[in-house]
C-alpha cells in the first residue's frame, strides 16, 4: 500500500502591509496628458491672439476661432510628439477634435434655443400674448396690444387633426409592411421610404391645386392638417416599422403556438410590445408637424383673428405667424415672432420630455 | 395496472387557409398600405401631370432659361436650379463632417452616460423647425458668417466661386454684398441636415461588429485606429446613405431659405455673393399670385425637385437597407 505524504508544511510568508488598492480610472488623462492639453491651448490661445488681429490683420470671431484651432492642432502636435510615438498622437489630435466638433454642434443647437427665448423674452412677459389674438393690431404696436392665442390655438387643431388621420394610417401601414407582407408591401416600403424625406412644400402645394384650385376648398386648418398628414404618415410608417422590428420574434411563434390568430397576435402581442417605440414614433412625426412652415404657408392662409373653426376660414398657426411677422420686418412684430417661436420651441421640448420618459419605460421593461 | 391501447396516431390536418378575422385584418392592412401609396405615389404622379402643359409651351427652353418673368413669358429654372444645388453643396459640405465625427463622437468616444443624452440632443436638434433655424441664420449666424464670407473672397477670391464683386480693402466693407448669399443659406440649412445624417451614421457605427472591434483594440489598436479600420469601413453604406439623405433634405428646404436668401434670377457660381433662388422659395414665394398657367410652370418646378429628391432619397434608402442586418432580433 502506498502511503500518502503529507503535503510539506507552507512556510507563513510575511506579507507586506497590504496597500489600500482602488480600482484604476480607465481613460481617464495622466497628469503629464493634463498638462500637454492645456499648455498647447494656453500657448495657440496666446500665439492668435497676437497674430490674429495685430500681425495679420484679420477680424471676426469666427475667423479666430477657426485659426484658433488650427494653431492648437499644429502646437498639440508638435508637444505631444516628443514624448509620444505617432498613434498616439493622431488619436489624442483625433480626441480633440471630435470634442470640439460635438461641442460646435451642441454650441450651435444650444444658441439657437438660448437665443430664441432671449429674444422672445419682451413678448413672453406679457400675458396678453397668450390670451389675445392679433386682430386689429397692427404690426407696429406695442408688446402690451395683441398676442399669439389664434396661432396658439390653431396650431393645435391642425396638428390634432393631422395626427387623427395619420396615427391610424401611419401604423396601419407599418403593420402592413413588418407583419403582414406580401407582393405589395416592399413597392410600399420603398415609396413610404422615400416619401419621409418629401419636400413639406411640395405635399403643401398637392393640397393647394387639389383641395383649393381645383375643388374650391376654402384655404382652411382642414386643408393644412391633410397636407400635414401627408407628410406625417410616412415618417409614423417608417419609425413605427422599426419598432416592430425589434418585437422578438419569438413573443410572436409563442403566441401563434398557442393557437392565436394573427390578428390576435399583432392586436394582443406586437403592438403592445411595441408600444414605446409607436410612440416614439408617433411624437417624432407630431415635432415634425408642429414645426412645418410651407405646408401652411400654402394651405391655411393666415388670419389675424381667433378660429376654432377648421374648415371653411384661414386659420393662423404658430411657424406661419413667425413667417408673417418676420416679413413686415417691424422690430415689435419681431420680438413677438421670437415669442411665437419661443411657444413652438416649448411644445417641441414637450414632447420631448414625453420621449424621454416613454423610452425610460422601454428601457426598464 | 392495466395499460390502455393508445389511439392510433392520425396525422392531423393542416390548412393554409386563414382564420375568417385574419382574412379581414390582412385585407384590411393591405387595403390601407395600398391607400398610401396611392395617396404618395399621386403626388408625383400628379405633378408630372400638371406640368405637361408647360413643358409642351416651353419645350426645352424650360431647363435652359435663368429669369422667371412671366408677364414677359420668359420662364425657366436654370437659375433655381442652380441655387439649389448651391445651397444644398454648401450645407453637405459643412455638415458632412460635422455629423460623422457628432455621429462617431456619441458612439465610440463619449462617455457612456452621457450617450442617451446626446442621442436625444440629435432628436431634439432633427425636431426644431425649420423656421427658428431660419430665425436663428439671420439674426445671430449671418452677421458672423458674413465676416468669414469676406475674409474666404479677399483670400480665396481668385477662385471663381469665392469672388465676390465688391472691394474686400475698402475703407467700410459693403456687408451688404455679402449678406443674403447662398452660403449663408446652405450654413443655416446644415444646422438641419446634421442631425439628419448623424442619426443614420450613428446608428450603424452602434452596429459595428462588437468581436472586430475588440479584436482591433487586442492587437493593440488605439481608438481611432479601431474606428479607422473597423468601425468606418463596415459603416461605409451608412455614411454614405445618411449623407444623401441629408441632401435630399437640403434640396427641398423652404422656410430657412426663404427668410435669408434674397430672390436673384441669375445663375451665378459665386456663393457668397447676395442673391439666389431656390426651387422651393420660388414655389413658396410666388405661388399666391400666379395664374393658371403660371401655377402650372411652378408646378413643373416642383416636379424637378420632386424627381431630384425622390432619386437621391431612394438610393439613400436602398444604400442604407444593404448595410442593414436581420428582419428580426430574437429572444
Known amino acids: ?365 | 395496472m392495466t395499460i390502455t391501447a393508445r389511439p392510433p396516431a392520425v396525422p392531423r390536418q393542416t390548412t393554409a387557409q386563414l382564420q375568417p378575422s385574419d382574412r379581414i385584418f390582412h385585407w384590411g392592412a393591405r387595403t390601407i398600405g395600398m391607400l398610401v401609396l396611392c395617396v404618395t405615389g399621386a403626388i408625383g404622379l400628379f405633378l408630372g401631370y400638371q406640368s405637361i402643359p408647360t413643358l409642351r409651351h416651353y419645350g426645352l427652353s424650360f431647363f435652359t432659361t435663368a429669369t422667371w418673368q412671366p408677364e414677359l413669358d420668359k420662364i425657366g429654372i436654370a437659375a433655381v436650379l442652380v441655387g439649389t444645388v448651391e445651397v444644398a453643396l454648401v450645407a453637405l459640405v459643412v455638415s458632412f463632417p460635422l455629423a460623422l465625427m457628432f455621429a462617431l463622437f456619441i458612439s465610440h468616444y463619449a462617455p457612456r452616460r452621457m450617450k442617451s443624452w446626446l442621442v436625444t440632443m440629435v432628436d431634439l436638434m432633427a425636431a426644431v423647425p425649420s423656421i427658428i433655424y431660419g430665425l436663428w441664420g439671420f439674426f445671430l449666424l449671418q452677421p458672423q458668417a458674413i465676416n468669414l464670407a469676406r475674409w474666404m473672397s479677399e483670400y480665396l477670391g481668385f477662385i471663381p466661386i469665392f469672388h465676390v464683386d465688391s472691394d474686400p480693402g475698402a475703407a467700410v466693407w459693403q456687408q451688404s454684398r455679402y449678406t443674403s448669399s447662398a452660403f449663408v443659406a446652405g450654413l443655416t440649412v446644415a444646422m438641419m441636415t446634421i442631425p439628419l445624417a448623424c442619426a443614420v451614421m450613428r446608428a450603424v457605427f452602434d452596429q459595428a461588429p462588437i468581436g472586430e472591434r475588440e479584436a482591433a483594440t487586442a492587437l493593440g489598436g488605439t481608438r481611432f485606429g479601431v474606428a479607422r479600420t473597423v468601425v468606418l469601413p463596415f459603416a461605409k453604406g451608412g455614411i454614405i446613405g445618411g449623407t444623401m439623405l441629408a441632401l435630399g433634405r437640403a434640396l427641398g428646404e423652404t422656410a430657412a431659405v426663404l427668410i435669408i436668401v434674397s430672390p436673384d434670377f441669375i445663375i451665378k457660381d459665386r456663393i457668397l455673393e447676395a442673391g439666389t433662388q431656390t426651387t422651393s422659395a420660388l414655389i413658396a414665394s410666388n405661388f399666391g399670385n400666379a395664374t393658371k398657367s403660371q401655377l402650372s410652370a411652378l408646378l413643373t418646378a416642383g416636379f424637378v425637385l420632386f424627381l431630384i429628391t425622390i432619386v437621391v432619397n431612394m438610393v439613400a434608402a436602398t444604400v442604407i437597407r444593404r448595410s442593414r442586418s436581420g428582419a428580426t432580433s430574437d429572444i
Open chain 1, 1 to 365: 500500500m502506498t502511503t500518502i505524504e503529507a503535503p510539506p508544511p507552507v512556510k507563513e510568508r510575511t506579507k507586506p502591509a497590504p496597500t489600500p488598492r482602488r480600482p484604476r480610472r480607465v481613460r481617464a488623462l495622466t497628469g503629464e496628458e493634463w498638462l500637454s492639453l492645456v499648455g498647447s491651448a494656453l500657448a495657440s490661445l496666446a500665439l492668435v491672439t497676437i497674430g490674429y488681429e495685430h500681425i495679420l490683420d484679420f477680424s471676426g470671431t469666427l475667423g479666430f476661432l477657426i485659426c484658433l484651432y488650427l494653431t492648437f492642432m499644429v502646437v498639440y502636435a508638435v508637444v505631444l510628439s516628443v514624448s509620444t510615438p505617432r498613434p498616439i498622437v493622431v488619436e489624442r489630435l483625433v480626441t480633440v477634435t471630435l470634442w470640439l466638433a460635438a461641442a460646435v454642434v451642441l454650441f450651435a443647437l444650444g444658441t439657437t434655443l438660448v437665443y430664441t427665448f432671449l429674444k422672445g423674452w419682451g413678448a413672453l412677459v406679457h400675458t396678453n400674448f397668450f390670451t389675445h389674438d392679433m386682430s386689429g393690431v397692427a404690426p407696429t404696436a406695442p408688446l402690451t396690444q395683441g398676442g399669439i392665442f389664434h396661432a396658439i390655438v390653431g396650431t393645435v387643431i391642425e396638428v390634432g387633426i393631422a395626427v387623427v388621420i395619420s396615427v391610424p394610417l401611419g401604423i396601419a401601414t407599418a403593420v402592413y409592411m413588418m407583419e403582414v407582407g406580401g407582393k405589395g408591401s416592399r413597392l410600399v416600403r420603398t415609396v413610404v421610404e422615400s416619401m419621409t424625406a418629401l419636400p413639406e412644400i411640395l405635399a403643401g402645394l398637392f393640397v393647394y391645386v387639389v383641395l383649393i384650385v381645383e375643388f374650391g376648398m376654402a384655404k382652411s386648418g382642414l386643408a393644412a392638417s391633410i397636407a400635414m398628414a401627408v407628410t406625417m404618415v410616412p415618417i409614423i410608417a417608417r419609425a413605427g416599422e422599426v419598432a416592430l422590428r425589434v418585437v422578438p420574434g419569438g413573443l410572436r411563434e409563442a403566441s401563434q403556438a398557442l393557437g392565436a390568430t394573427h390578428w390576435k397576435t399583432v392586436w394582443k402581442i406586437v403592438l403592445p410590445s411595441a408600444r414605446a417605440g409607436l410612440g416614439t414614433a408617433v411624437i417624432l412625426a407630431i415635432a415634425r408637424g408642429i414645426g412645418e412652415t410651407a405646408v401652411v404657408l400654402i394651405t391655411s392662409g393666415a388670419s389675424s383673428f381667433l378660429t376654432f373653426n377648421p374648415t371653411g376660414v384661414p386659420m393662423n398657426s404658430l411657424p406661419l405667424y413667425i413667417y408673417t411677422a418676420y416679413t413686415t420686418h417691424e422690430s415689435n412684430a419681431i420680438t413677438r415672432a421670437f415669442g411665437a417661436a419661443s411657444v413652438l420651441l416649448i411644445m417641441v421640448l414637450g414632447l420631448f420630455v414625453v420621449m424621454r420618459v416613454l423610452l425610460r419605460e422601454r428601457k426598464s421593461r
